[in-house]
């Protein structure tokens, strides 16, 4: 509950301080194309649900809620400072006899990337990421400190914007015995058609570089398609998208596949 009211009070905070800066004139696809720049000047509070199908020997369903607000600092007249927060909050069920059902808050993952101002055609950014053993069970954190470079590119050519986002991350200090080296890809593809709708596809692939043969990478294959609405009188944007995946490479007991539901409150200037 006490969870719950702080998630709360963050989007609550947010609305508020940036209810005055979305502009209703703008047009639904090109904030939808905005949405899909991970280095867009752009605050937005996502709230993207996963439901991981298959997962452990008994073929249970993982839920997790990714409170991932972004917000960009303008630096200089050059630059931009794009922090992103990752704020996991996982319902898992008992995967295996023995294994106790759980629910909290997992690890926080705060990245922040330098991206230059005005870029256009190829746009970009470089920063440092983080992880934090914030989880409030055991089953849920590493357990470790970890961090490593990050970095984004894309280009937006018409409807389409394409790019991706990688990062690699080492544990530095914690409790656990395991060592974190970790990595993360997430190419994305989109088609933008009027009115705010669009295609996308956004896999998450990761590498587990301390896991043998065959239980290193998770590449999941798939997509789906998104809308831009805007909300009330006051014409709040927001973006809805739906998209599903298979994971056609993937560790032993992990989810066969996974469905992403997210809704992302924009706050344009």
């Known amino acids: ?3 719950a009211r702080a998630i709360a009070g963050i989007a609550l905070g947010l609305l508020l301080l940036a209810g005055p800066l979305w502009a ?5 696809t090109e904030l939808a194309k905005k949405t899909q720049n991970p280095v867009a000047d752009l605050i937005s509070v996502p709230f993207q649900n996963n439901f991981n199908f298959n997962t452990g020997p008994e073929d249970k369903t993982v839920w997790v809620l990714n409170v991932q607000p972004v917000i ?14 990752i704020m996991p909050i996982i319902a898992q069920p008992s995967l295996a006899p023995g294994m106790d059902q759980v629910f909290g808050l997992g690890d926080i993952n705060p990245t922040f990337f330098f991206s230059p101002i005005g870029s256009e055609k190829f746009i970009w950014g470089v920063g440092p990421t983080f992880t934090f ?3 409030t069970v055991s089953e849920l954190t590493s357990g470790k400190f970890s961090a490593g470079p990050a970095a984004v590119a894309l280009t937006m050519q018409g409807p389409w914007v394409l790019g991706a986002l990688l990062n690699n991350q080492w544990s530095y200090a914690g409790w656990s015995h395991k060592d974190v080296n970790a990595a993360l890809l997430q190419p994305f593809l989109n088609y933008n058609f009027s009115h705010g709708w669009y295609l996308t596809s956004a896999p998450i692939m990761t590498a587990d570089w301390t896991q043998g043969d065959g239980n290193k990478w998770t590449i999941p294959a798939g997509g789906g398609g998104g809308k831009l609405w ?5 014409g709040l944007p927001v973006n809805t998208q739906l998209q599903a995946f298979y994971n056609a490479i993937r560790p032993d007991q992990t989810s066969e596949w996974q469905l992403r539901f ?3 409150f924009l706050f344009p200037k």
Not at 72 to 85: A, E, G, Q, V, Y
Not at 230 to 234: D, F
Request: glycine share 6%.
């Open 230 to 234: 805007r909300i009330g009188k006051i």
């Open 133 to 135: 053993p914030t989880g």
């Open 72 to 85: 960009p600092l303008k630096l200089t007249d050059h630059w931009n400072l794009i922090s992103r927060i």
């Open 262 to 264: 997210q809704v992302q």
């Open 24 to 28: 209703a004139d703008e047009d639904e």
């Open 1 to 3: 509950m006490l969870l």
